[in-house]
Each structure stands twice: as structure tokens, then as C-alpha cells.
């Protein structure tokens, strides 16, 4: 596709479904053994904290919408600085997203909130054997309790070819129009940061300092007989910037979303794929599929197929960078998988620091010791490995160091 177009995260959670008798079987994969998807209690970050949300033993600040959500990303600590504003109408509250009123996502390595001011709340949270755990809930209006509810109907498009059939990110490709409804939509499986930066950012507002050209970020189309025009969309002149937490839609907030919406995706999907072949006791196609698994998430980790970024980097809001780095596990001598860039690339050591998160933790034994083994075979400086090609001796050694230092293996 020639267009440059942003691929959409849409957190779509509906109504708890629990699957019946009767519907037993349409059940999906993930839903069978040995993934029993519904009887396996979920040990995500949000679902930890349910219960104390509804029951107030962790109250949030409810003088206003604005302040419920900032109390919110606090108590999940997200900062609001990875916030970006989506205003095409892909998403579960459709009705409530237009260019006058954006979709605000925000997140952490294993949480993803969506808001839509006057609207709900949607969460993502990544369990470690599970993959996604979908809620949503409104805001509260007073004193009342709050209510969350688990979603199953969004696995009709959270769960499809996408990610793979399994509980993971979706991404969409849209071209939205004046109201924000697609005038196009592209259903691709390609994720992550080899997307090219001209390619991204459709259906989004996009602040901040790049030199990335001819995208779809602030831009709506129209379709005539001439084919389809664009037109500009800024951020704030179709809405007021006070009713978000913070005035930004940071292109770096975007770069480290698809970043991380790729890697879950591609650990989810290997999860199941390993789990399944142990459970079946195949040794040789065991054997095959954690090879397969091992090699691309190594190569993933290593940013081996990172987009080329533009002439003179990216800037990256000053707040993000300062909270992101908040997060980091360093050596003793400081190094960190935290550490930007930002010029030639988004990190100055290249291996994702999506090691730490509950995708990559919860990755079946087996796999992940492969994985150890090939990461410590690509960053062997004495031995040219084909998944770390791209890195110098020198940054080897420190990534090595400081996957030792933080305990990563």
C-alpha cells in the first residue's frame, strides 16, 4: 500500500460472555485445553488491583473526569506523557470518537488504558500465560461503586488473523474522514517497529519534533471522482487540549506503542503455539516451533529490522523521556535498555527492554531458555550471528552486561 498509514491500536472490550455448554463448540482455540483461557485465573497487573478499585480500598480522585483518569494511570503507573489521541471511529465506543473528540490511549510494558472523554474506560492488560485481559467500565459519577466488566465479545476482532487467533493488540490500518469514520481500512498481521515511519501514524494526532514526511498523522481524507484528497487535521483546532492529561500526542510515545503492541503480539502468539506443542508431546515439532519462536523474538529484541528514522532523529517529549527513564534497571555503571537514542535510532542499547514485561516473563521454560541461549550467541562479539548483524562489538558487550546485571538470565 502506497498511502502512508498508521496501523490503529483498537482496544475494543465489550460484555462479559462467558462461553456456555451449548456454545462450546465455537469455542476458539485459546479456548481449549491446554490454554483454557477462561479457567485459568489471570494474574495481569489490572486484574490485581480490580477488586480494590471496585470496593474503594484504592480510591481514585473522582472531582472530575479528567482527574479520575490521572488518578487511574497513577495507581497503574502509566504516565500520562504516553498519551496519543486517535480520532477515527475504530474502537468500541465509536459513536463517542471523532476529530472533535479523540480517543486518549496511554500505557505501560503491561497495561494499555483507553478513554474517551464523556465516554469509558478500556483496558489491555497482558497476563503472562494468557495474553490480553480485556475490561471496561465507566466512570463513576459520584459516590457510586465502580463496576468492571470482562470483555469476550472483542475477541471477534482481538483474537482473529491479525495476532494470530489469540488474546493480543490489534492494529488496524484506516484512512479517516472529516467525521473520523474510515474511508479505507486495511486488515494487515505486520506489527512492530519495522513498519516504516512513513507508513504510520493514520487516524492520530502527532506533536512533537520529526522530520518524518508524507504520513497520515493530522490529516483527514475525502473521497471524489479524482480519487482520495487529503485535508489537515491539527491537534486542538477541533478540540480543546484542556480536557486531556497533558497537551501532547508525542511521536515518540507512538514509536515506543508499535514497539511494544509487536512484541506483545509475537509473544502471545508464541506462547500458545509452544504450549500447544508441549501439550501434544510431538518432540520433533516441539523442537520446530521453539526454534521458529526463539529466532524471530531474538531478532525482534535485537531491533534487527528497526525502520530507518529521518535525517536529524526525533525529539521526544521531555516528560515521557524523564518518566520512561523513572522505569529503567541499570548496571552499576548506569547502563540501562531505557537509554534513548533517538537519532539514528530509538535506543542506544538494542535490546528491547520488553524483556522485563509479563509477555516475555511469562514465555513457556523451554522457550525461553532458547531464547537466552541465542541472545548470548548473537551478542558474543567473536562469533557474527544473523539476528544481531546490525549491532558493534561494543554495544554486544553492554547489552550482555546489563541483561546480567538485571537478572534477565
Known amino acids: 500500500m502506497k498511502r502512508g498509514i498508521l496501523f490503529l491500536l483498537a482496544l475494543m472490550p465489550m460484555l462479559l460472555v462467558i462461553p456456555t455448554a451449548e456454545a462450546a463448540k465455537r469455542l476458539r482455540d485459546f479456548e481449549k485445553p491446554p490454554h483454557n483461557y477462561w479457567q ?38 502509566i504516565s500520562p506523557a504516553t498519551q496519543t489521541l486517535v480520532y477515527s471511529t475504530t474502537s ?18 503491561d497495561v494499555y488504558v483507553g478513554w474517551v472523554p464523556r465516554g469509558q474506560i478500556e483496558i489491555a492488560s ?6 490480553g485481559i480485556y475490561y471496561i467500565f465507566d466512570i463513576p459519577r459520584g459516590p457510586v461503586p465502580i463496576r468492571i466488566e470482562r470483555s469476550a465479545r472483542c475477541f471477534n476482532c482481538h483474537a482473529e488473523f491479525e495476532n494470530g487467533r489469540v488474546p493480543g493488540l490489534l492494529l488496524k490500518s484506516v484512512v479517516p474522514g472529516p467525521g473520523g469514520g474510515s474511508l479505507e481500512s486495511f486488515h494487515g498481521d505486520i506489527t512492530g517497529h519495522s513498519i516504516p515511519l512513513k507508513d504510520r501514524f493514520g487516524g492520530w494526532h502527532l506533536t512533537g519534533k520529526h522530520g518524518i514526511t508524507d504520513h497520515w498523522g493530522n490529516m483527514v481524507g475525502t473521497l471524489s471522482p479524482a480519487g482520495l484528497k487529503k485535508s489537515a487535521n491539527p491537534p486542538g483546532r477541533q478540540f480543546r487540549w484542556e480536557s486531556y492529561t497533558v ?30 506443542a508441549l501439550a501434544a508431546g510431538n518432540v520433533g515439532e516441539t523442537k520446530a516451533i521453539i526454534a521458529k519462536y526463539s529466532a524471530l523474538l531474538t531478532r525482534y529484541l535485537l531491533f534487527a529490522d528497526e525502520a530507518k528514522f529521518p535525517a536529524g532523529g526525533i525529539g521526544g517529549d521531555a516528560l515521557l523521556k524523564k518518566d520512561f527513564a523513572k522505569r529503567a534497571r541499570r548496571t552499576k555503571a548506569g547502563l540501562s535498555l531505557r537509554d534513548f537514542d533517538l537519532h539514528t535510532r530509538m535506543f542506544k542499547h538494542r535490546c ?18 532458547q531464547i537466552f541461549a541465542e541472545l548470548r550467541a548473537a551478542l558474543n562479539p567473536a562469533k557474527p550471528h544473523l539476528a544481531s548483524a546490525h549491532l558493534p562489538d561494543a554495544e554486544k558487550r553492554a547489552i550482555a552486561a546489563i541483561l546480567t546485571a538485571t537478572k534477565v538470565w
Open 40 to 77: 485459568r485465573a489471570p494474574q495481569d497487573r489490572f486484574t490485581k488491583i480490580k477488586t480494590a478499585l471496585e470496593t474503594g480500598k484504592l480510591p481514585l480522585d473522582r472531582t472530575s473526569e479528567k482527574a479520575f483518569v490521572v488518578s487511574l494511570l497513577k495507581a497503574l503507573e
Open 92 to 109: 468500541l465506543q465509536l459513536s463517542r470518537i471523532s476529530p472533535r473528540n479523540p480517543r486518549a490511549l496511554y500505557f505501560n510494558e
Open 126 to 131: 497482558i497476563d503472562p500465560a494468557l495474553g
Open 352 to 369: 528491547s527492554y520488553m524483556i522485563h514485561s509479563a509477555a516475555f516473563t511469562g514465555l513457556p521454560a523451554p522457550l525461553k531458555q
Open 247 to 276: 497537551s501532547t500526542s508525542d511521536v515518540l510515545a507512538h514509536l515506543l506503542h508499535e514497539h511494544q503492541i509487536g512484541f506483545v503480539n509475537r509473544a502471545v502468539k508464541a506462547t500458545y503455539e509452544t504450549r500447544s
